[in-house]
């Protein structure tokens, strides 16, 4: 009798002392996301990331964009595992090499001084992925759009594959149904595409994305039909037929260009999208209701925006003991 009276609290002593933190280390079985994942380890990293994207932004207000792109770029290839990323080696060509991201993917250099920042202050303790995530999150609200949660945890890849990255990001110029099965492919859907491609509501593209639509719209030797004239006109003055113009840059949104609102949906109901891949949003009778609605409804964009980009940033996310905590985010360990 004694003895057990004893024997209980011990017992549940040992068990509390022992795998509590256990538990805390290895999340085993658990292998999901957490919006507290890095409250004891890290409790500064908002604020790091915070502060590391809001001078980035002070000083290039474009780079706000540039982050939101690089974390699409991750997530849309293999999962946002930070694959983007890695540098190429001697062993593999790697995404940022892929050709729709060299020369044309920004940001690393902003990922790579954050996650320095936060390796001084958490060592080995935070993923490149998750720091992508909330750089993407922290963008956004600096260029006045909305804000949403991002369940951490994530953790980084150990490889990648140039062909993935080229055979799994969208093209601008390839049909709406292609465009919707790479996200499908993603566990995503058709109100995903809607609302995430308002991203192009901030940021730049080279001439050559669009340049098809000024002299010579799908071999009919034209331009697009579509495409407003006066914008048009613009457009073939700040992009010359002729190679040297291929990589100036004209606004995704000229109307509002560093301002993260629902000019974009406006922009293809008049008909000034810039990208053919925008444009026949508007278009198309599976997504024209969503950009009218959006076009509208800036509240209601936001709503979506946010719900969107918290399941693009659950796409094929690595957790638990899956992949490694990269120590700088261009190498593996
Ligand atoms: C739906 C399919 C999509 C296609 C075909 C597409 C295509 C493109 C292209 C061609 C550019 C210009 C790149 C350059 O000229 O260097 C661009 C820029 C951009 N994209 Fe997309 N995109 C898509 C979806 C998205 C999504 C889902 C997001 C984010 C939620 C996004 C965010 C951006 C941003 C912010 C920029 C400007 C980047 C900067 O100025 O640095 N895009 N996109
Ligand atoms: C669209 O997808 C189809 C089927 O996968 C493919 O055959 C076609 O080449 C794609 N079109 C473009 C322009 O990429």
């Known amino acids: 009798m004694t003895c057990r009276v004893v024997k209980i609290p011990f017992t549940f002593f040992f068990l509390l002392v022992t795998l509590v933190p256990l538990v805390h280390m290895f999340p085993f079985g658990t292998n999901q996301l957490d919006i507290n994942f890095y409250d004891r380890s890290c409790p500064n990293l908002a604020m790091i990331v915070r502060y590391g994207v809001w001078s980035a932004v002070r000083d290039d207000k ?4 540039s982050l939101l792109r690089l974390h699409f770029h991750d997530c849309i290839v293999n999962g946002c595992d930070a694959s983007v990323l890695l540098d190429d080696t001697p062993y593999f060509t790697g995404e940022k090499n892929a050709l729709p991201n060299h020369n044309s993917l920004r940001g690393f250099e902003v990922i790579d001084d954050i996650k320095e920042h936060v390796e001084r202050m958490c060592p080995a303790t935070v993923s490149c992925a998750d720091i992508l995530a909330l750089a993407a999150r922290e963008a956004i609200r600096m260029v006045g759009g909305p804000s949403w949660d991002v369940a951490l945890g994530r953790r980084d890849a150990i ?3 140039k062909e993935a990255a080229e055979q799994q990001l969208p093209s601008p110029i390839e049909p709406l149904q292609n465009i919707t099965a790479k996200f499908y492919s993603k566990g995503l859907e058709l109100r ?3 609302a995430l491609s308002g991203g192009h509501t901030i940021g730049f593209a080279q001439c050559f994305t669009f340049k098809g639509r000024l002299f010579d719209f799908q071999g ?5 039909p579509v ?4 914008l048009l006109t613009t457009l073939q003055s700040m992009c010359p037929n ?3 113009s291929n990589t100036n840059l ?3 949104d000229a109307s509002s260009t560093f301002m993260f609102d629902n000019e974009y949906y406006r922009n293809l109901i008049y008909n000034t999208g810039l990208l053919q891949s ?3 949003l508007a278009r198309d009778r599976r997504t024209a209701a969503m950009v009218y609605y959006y076009s509208n409804n800036r509240f209601a964009f936001y709503d979506d925006f946010s719900q969107s980009m918290e399941r693009l940033s659950n796409v094929g996310v690595l957790t638990g003991m899956e992949g490694e905590i990269r120590g700088k985010c261009g190498y593996v360990n």
């Open 62 to 65: 474009r780079m706000a964009a």
């Open 159 to 161: 490889t990648t594959s």
């Open 227 to 230: 495409l407003d004239s006066s």
């Open 250 to 252: 004209a606004p995704l």
């Open 220 to 224: 009919s030797g034209r331009p697009d």
């Open 242 to 244: 002729e190679d040297t």
């Open 192 to 194: 995903d595409v809607v």
């Open 278 to 280: 925008d444009q026949v």
